[in-house]
């Protein structure tokens, strides 16, 4: 029992610890936060995936810009239309994040899909 308690009090404060170093790290960049570009980008270009390079994630973008360009050729742009509609839905959760809940989860942990 003392040992779980024990293990839970780790947990809490190694969580503690690097919630923190995420504040710390925010601060020092001055919030260089790509939010409202990222978010405003997937929202207008979507379908080409400018959002995912602009976040640095260019397998993502490739991706994304592959998907567009030649399964909408093939699907006479229903792709297009589906990449779309997706880059709408990824640009309003950007938005709809915290600038610091932003910053952790896409630029500092690396989250490249929603």
């Known amino acids: 029992m003392s040992d779980e308690k024990n293990l839970n009090d780790d947990l809490k404060e190694t969580a503690s610890e690097f919630a923190n170093g995420a504040k710390e790290t925010f601060a020092k960049t001055g919030g260089d936060?790509?939010?409202i570009l990222a978010g405003v980008l997937a929202i207008i270009l979507g379908a080409l995936g400018v959002h995912k390079f602009i976040l640095g994630y260019t397998k993502e973008g490739i991706i994304i810009l592959v998907i567009?360009?030649?399964l909408g050729i093939l699907t006479c742009g229903i792709a297009g239309w589906?990449?779309?509609i997706l880059g709408l839905i990824e640009g309003i959760i950007y938005l709809t994040k915290s600038d610091e809940e932003f910053?952790?989860?896409y630029q500092v942990g690396k989250k490249p899909w929603f």
Do not use: F
Request: no cysteine; hydrophobic share 35%; proline share 0%.
């Open 33 to 35: 936060n790509k939010k």
């Open 82 to 84: 589906v990449m779309s």
């Open 103 to 105: 910053y952790n989860t």
């Open 68 to 70: 567009t360009l030649i």
